[in-house]
Structure formats: structure tokens, C-alpha cells
């Protein structure tokens, strides 16, 4: 009999440490990077309100959409986008098969490693570089050739990998949003033939949840094995009007909150903002020229102008990387 | 004493009935509306392979894709495409607009009810009806206009709703891969705009997970909000060639499972089979002319022929309508 009680205490304690337990947890810092603050408290405001049952604001989960902007926001894009560094990287593996390149002054600058005058050449130079890096092969051999180069290149200022460059506090917040019923979503003006194959790995988020600029892909027997080759040519420029565009054409939703860092997010974040019910727009500003970069407005890469005077008349969440991240890398 | 003993007794007993439950639950029929036999078993075997992981066939829950055509998978297509039928209502809807279409053989055939006329203009007719009926509006009016008639019109034939017309086998297969750690999708040469309002509540298949053709679409500030106009210009045929295409931008990752029914679906069949480890390929095959239709080798909507041969020869699953199901409509 006296056994019979203890271990039906002990099954009651175990329940009751277990109870105990969750709901401690429940109160651990979600966002431990972020410093206290109009920022972090914003975001928490947001997903409580929304998350809520008995809120008036609550949203269901398979409405819960939030998209991330890729380069600037999720991860850096100084001195220039990462993405160009592999094609960069891989014009120079490419080379000794195209000996044609050794006449053609773009092709010339980056074997010599001459960035300026790589630079000079504007979009249509880096758009150059990518359709003849990132075609030519199927598409498992190109995701081969990401995951190598994902897994060994180094940023020449920090020495990390790319991949180690992506922003701690974005990682949390994305983490955050997970456990709160959010579907996350990448909406990047880079391919997403070159962000799927680490997206997962690195943010938790699956291929399927990758919205990107692309090239033309086409199917074809070879040897009797179906095969998807990449084309020189492009499909979709996800930036600008086109991630809206992109928004509706992968999800069909219109997302709950969106997350951006440049005047190429601004029609993202309008698109977000406009939806009926709560909102949260998300500004990145690049504000740490020690631990980061600074910039913004007349910056080359990841100009943010126009956007960043939108955000402050409609009071969307701008963070201040200095003084609103305690820690930048993880 | 007597107490705490007896709560402990009925604790455990409430436990194991419940295990027990749960148990039973298991081995109720998964598929009742499929007929016993190969077809079935072949679902239930790959089911059980690919998801036990003991098995060296074992796949992780996140590579369970699972993609479906729509037309003659999931529902009907005779005697014609169900989406065609919708775009010749709204040809009679907007004709009060458009008093040119009287001039128009193709237009004056649709508001004639000369629906053999229609069909003569052939692919590039369709495709004009289409175009001129699913542009000119935001896509947020473009889902209303179609969930008003998803809830409205019915079949000529059955006087059921169109999306009364689904499979009740295919319903409960789809509920059967989710319940075993799937993700299904719906890959159709139909409009992902004419899909997309109504896919979650008949199949329980989200908007993200709908993959179909396109118009292009173009984001503009309209009185200063931000709307996505749909264009008469047409951006992706998701059929054939374009369905392993489309799977590749969509999902980024090689199906496990394609079903499809049509000469349409052969290359996503292909494709899919073509996967390393164990895959699924499955055909629908209309033979039920009393309870449906029975059609395939020389049929106008849904042609099968060399997708049947390559079924016959790879040995993929081969649905027999009349004898494989007991049941059709819900």
C-alpha cells in the first residue's frame, strides 16, 4: 500500500516538475542578442499580439507568413555581395576552358583580380558573370559546386566562412518566429539556385521556403536519365517590384511581416504593410562600422534611401545593428 | 492508503487504454474507398518502406515530397477542363463590356454556346479565353471572382459543384501521406491564380503548395496602396516539359511520389522515378465510363498513351478507375 502512494506521489511530482519546467522556459529570453530595447520590444509586442487567441489582432498560424530578405539582412554583403564572390571564384576554376575570356576586358579584370574595374561594369557586368558561372550544368551538379564552395570559401576581412557571417540576432528572431506558428520564408534578390543548398543548414529554412532571382532551366533526356540543365538565361530578378511579385507566385499569401535592409525591400515591405490586420515591417540599418560596415544611403551595395525615409514615416521597426545587437556572428 | 493505491491503478489503466486506443486506431483502413488489391497495396507498401526507419529504404520527413496533377487526378476533367468552363462564364459575364467579341468567331462561339466551335480553335483558343478572362483585375479580385464561382456553378452533366467532382480515393490518399510525415503538392497545368482560393478547403492542400501555370503579374501603386495586377501575358505553362521545371523553382527538391493520369505528367513521373532510393509513380487510369468517364489513348482532354506504355513497362502503380475504387465523389 505505502508503495502504491509513493509512486503515485512520484508520478504526481514528476508531472507537476515537468509543468513547472515548461513554463519556466516559457519566460527565457527569446532574443538573447538583442539588447533591451524599442526593437526587440517591438518584435515581441507584434508576436504576442498576434499569436493570442483572445487578442483582437490574432492571426492564424497557416497565415503567419514572414519573409526575409537574404543579403544585408540575414547575412552581410560587404565589400560586395557574396554571391558575386563565387562567380568571382568560379570564373577563375572556369578559366583554363575559356581561353576566349583572356579578350573579353570583363573577364580579364577578374582573372586579374582587378575589382574595380569589375565593379565599373555595373549590373549588366555582374549579371554577365553570373549567367555564364551558373549555367551550363544540371542543376545537382550546380548545387554540388555551391555546397562545396559554401563550405570552404573565407570572407578576406573577418578569415570566417560566408556561411558563418550571418547575423545572430536573425537567427534568433527566425528561430523565435518558428516556435510562435511562423512559416519563414527567404525573398532575396540572389539566385536561389545558389541559396537552397545551405539555406537549410544554416537558417532552418527548407529549399521550398526559397524565393530568388533565377535562370531558365530546361528538362532533357541525356543517356535516358531525365535531367534539369541550367541556361544562360535569366528567368526572374526577385528584387525591387519583382519580390511582391515573387511573394504572390511562390506562396499566394501576403506575408504578416517582412524583413529587409535596402531600397530593394521597399516594395516587399509595402506590399506586407498594406495587408488587412496587424503588420510588421523590419528595417536592417547598417550602422556598426567596427563589428559590421556602415552604410546606407550612397552606398553601392545595399542602398538604403528611400526606404529607410518610408520606415521612418510609417513606423516600422528600424534596427540599429550598433546599439541594438549585443553581438553580430555567432 | 486505499485511495492513493486505487488512483494509481485507474492512472495506469486510463494510460494503457489509451495506448491501447491508439493502437487500434492504427490498423483502421487508411484507404476504405480503395478496393483491395495491387493498386492499394502498392501505396500502403511504400508508405510503410519509406517511413520506417529500420527500413533501408527509410526517407526523412522533410524529403517526402509528394507532387499531384490536378485535372483527372484529383478531379474531373471531362468534357472538358473544368478551368475552361469557368473562363467561358466570365466571357458571358464581361461581354456587356466588350462589344468587339461580337466580331470575334472565337467569342461569338462561347456566347453562341457553340462549345464545338470553342474547342476547334484549339490550344491557342483556350489559351486566348483564358488571357482575357483571368487578366485586367488585382489578384486579390481575381480570388474572389473565383471563389464566388468554385461555390456556385455546377457540372452540366452531374448538377454537382466542380469541387464536389474530386476523387474521394485520391482525398484519402492525400490525407494518408500527410498522416505518414508528407508533403503534398498540387503540380498542374492549370492556373495557380484558379486554384490557389480553393485547394486548402477541398484538399487540404495549402496556396504554397499549389504549383500551376501563369500570366505575368505586375506590382503598382494604385491611390497610394501597393496592388499586383494580373497581365493577358502568359508567364509559365506548367505542363510536360514544364512540370519537373516547375518542381525545381517551386520546391527545389526531387519528388519521392508523382501521381498524374495524362501523357502531361510523363516527365513529372520521370523525373521523379529517376531519384536515387525508393520512389512512387502512380497513373489514374479512366476506365469507369458508367461512374465517370473512360477515356486515354485517343482522347482530346487527358491523353494517355505513351505515358501508359512507360507505366506498363517501368511497372508504376496503374490505377484501374472501375475496379480500383470503390467509391469516386465524396
Redesign the interface.
Known sequence: ??K??K???A?LSINLFYTCSVKQNDSIDPLPSWNEGKSKQSIIDFVNDVSNENSPNYIKP?DRIATFDNDGTLWSEQPYYFQLQFALDRVKVLAPEHHEWNDDPLFKAVLENDIKTVLSFGEHGLLELVMNTHSGMT?EEFSQIVKEWINTARHPKTNKLYKEMVYQPMLELLDYLRANGF?TYIVSGGG??FM?PWT?EVYGI???Q?IGS?GK?????REG??I?VKLPEL?FIDDK??K??GI??????RPIAAFGNSDGDL?ML??TA?GEGERFCLIVHHTDAKREWAYDRISHIGKLDIALDEAIEKGWTIVDMKNDWEKIYP
Open positions: 500500500m505505502k502504491g502512494l509512486l503515485f506521489v508520478v497557416e542543376t512559416k536561389i539556385d537552397r537549410e527548407p529549399a521550398e526559397v533565377s532551366v530546361k528538362f532533357e533526356m536519365q531525365p534539369l528567368n517590384e519583382g511582391p511579385v504572390h507566385q511562390f506562396i499566394g499569401k516594395q509595402q506590399w498594406a
